[in-house]
């Protein structure tokens, strides 16, 4: 009896195993699946896996940081990524926390709202005074407000002027443009004298530890450079042929190094110039490229290929731009056509400086007396302001409203009133530039102190925030003999 129960039993263990292998089929309308007698051993055993995953593999969650605003100020609205785990300014604010490191750059493009450094050398005082660093940055060879900027003094002669908005006597040629809208060609013995000056911010304007002259050389092109008013030596002697209306010529850097309080730079031959700069080994440094009457169109128009190659010897941590005075008018309510010519501007710059900080600034306040005899913000100001946020917005750059920042309807007449502002309502003045420079300071701390926090707060998030391994490919051809031991 036992064994037959054996052998019945063995049976049933055979067709079932043998069903296993059958595919499912359907009988009458029925369906059968397909039999495993293991199935829940089987499942046990997956289940397990799931339930248990391994430590490494783990994704991690990011936590909605809100960012905290002191109650008044207009914070820096930031479009790069709306779920905030990415943000625009983030590149500019890791680079704050390298400043003992190496230089972090700032290029402010602008009209005449910033034209001798108006406002631009307050908000450089303030970041220097924070971070550390020297000099006046970016000078442009040969300057028609010389004598108005107060932060530097530079003479220069020999030089033909061509740029983006005068176009010059001969016909401006955008592919020849530099980073600056400018170029510059020396005719006969050319010469650039910049001076330090101890009469504004000197504990960080008289002197320089790197001077920097950028241009596009032609074949027997010869420069010579003298430091603090010693004996020339020879800076650049290139025996090459390179044409200048070539596509795509190199642009070169040559510094020289040491406590630089005036320098000279004699140019014999042919060559294409840009500016020279003046900055420290780190620290803060800001580039001011005003260009008076400008909309900021210009910007669009400089090949990507040139910017490129600034990016490649010049790096900035953080571009900003800031145009409208040129734009707004009391008739124009809708700004599409500009903010379209405009747009592409912003697309190359975030081609070529992919590892930037891009930031718009609004248009600022401008007042215009109203009917009943009070000042109030000119029409058509605030359609600009508008039309420029959702300009960021669309191109993911961030973007601050000057406008409301600076106090809104009302502001320029009170700092007219102030001393701080000019009578037309739409410039300030130096003064002026130290009220506005001290608002947008606290506004980029509050931006800084935010980042801080959200670093410690999601410190998986930003791992690789802590370090820079930027190269700097600034070539030298003299060095003091300071530099040199």
């Not at 290029?107 to 971070?131: K, M």
């Not at 917005?393 to 973007?399: C, N, R, S, Y």
């Not at 809104?408 to 700092?415: A, N």
Request: overall charge positive.
């Amino acid at each position: 009896m036992a064994k037959r129960t054996f052998f019945i039993v063995l049976l049933v263990v055979l067709v079932l195993t043998g069903c296993y292998f059958l595919p499912p089929f359907s009988i009458m309308g029925y369906d059968f699946r397909q039999v495993n007698l293991l199935s829940d051993v089987m499942l046990d055993t997956i289940s397990k896996q799931i339930v248990t995953p391994k430590v490494k593999d783990t994704i991690p969650t990011y936590t909605n940081y809100q960012d905290s605003i002191p109650s008044g100020m207009i914070p820096i609205e930031d479009f790069r990524d709306s779920l905030g785990i990415h943000r625009e300014m983030d590149h500019f604010y890791k680079a704050l926390r390298q400043t003992k490191q190496r230089v972090v750059r700032i290029a402010y493009f602008g009209d005449s709202f910033i034209e001798g450094d108006i406002l631009t050398a307050h908000i450089r005082e303030l970041l220097q005074s924070r971070y550390g660093g020297c000099g006046v940055g970016f000078i442009d060879i040969k300057s028609q407000i010389a004598g108005f900027r107060t932060t530097v003094t530079e003479f220069s002669s020999g030089w033909t002027e061509y740029n983006a908005v005068n176009q010059g006597a001969h016909g401006f040629n955008s592919r020849l443009q530099g980073i600056n809208s400018r170029y510059y060609l020396p005719y006969g013995m050319a010469y650039i004298n910049v001076k330090c000056q101890n009469n504004v911010y000197p504990e960080h304007l008289d002197t320089a530890q790197v001077a920097t002259i950028y241009f596009t050389p032609e074949a027997g092109l010869e420069m010579r450079c003298a430091i603090n008013q010693q004996q020339q030596e020879p800076l650049y002697n290139d025996s090459d042929v390179i044409s200048i209306d070539s596509i795509g010529p190199r642009i070169e850097a040559q510094s020289v190094f040491g406590d630089i309080g005036r320098i000279r730079v004699t140019v014999n031959g042919k060559g294409r110039f840009y500016g020279i700069a003046l900055e420290g080994k780190q620290g803060i440094v800001l580039d001011n490229f005003s260009m008076r009457g400008s909309s900021g169109w210009h910007l669009g128009k400089i090949p990507v290929e040139t910017l490129e190659k600034f990016e490649k010897i010049r790096h900035y941590d953080l571009i900003i731009m800031h145009y409208g005075l040129n734009v707004a008018t009391p008739s124009t309510h809708h700004y599409t056509s500009y903010c379209n010519h405009f747009r592409s501007a912003i697309e190359n710059f975030k081609k070529a400086f992919p590892d930037t900080s891009l930031l718009l600034f609004s248009i600022s306040n401008r007042d215009k007396r109203g009917p009943d005899g009070q000042f109030q913000t000119m029409d058509g100001v605030v359609e600009l302001v508008e039309a420029q946020r959702n300009m960021a917005k669309e191109t993911g750059i961030a973007f601050w409203n000057l406008q409301q920042g600076m106090g809104g309807s009302g502001s320029m007449e009170r700092l007219q009133k102030e001393g701080c502002a000019n009578r037309d309502y739409t410039h300030i003045n130096f003064k002026g530039g130290e009220v506005i420079g001290k608002i947008f300071f606290d506004v980029l701390m509050n931006g800084k102190m935010n980042y801080d926090l959200r670093v410690k707060q999601n410190p998986y998030q930003y791992k690789n925030h802590q370090s820079n391994k930027r190269v700097n490919t600034t070539s030298s051809r003299i060095r003091s003999k300071k530099e040199q031991e």
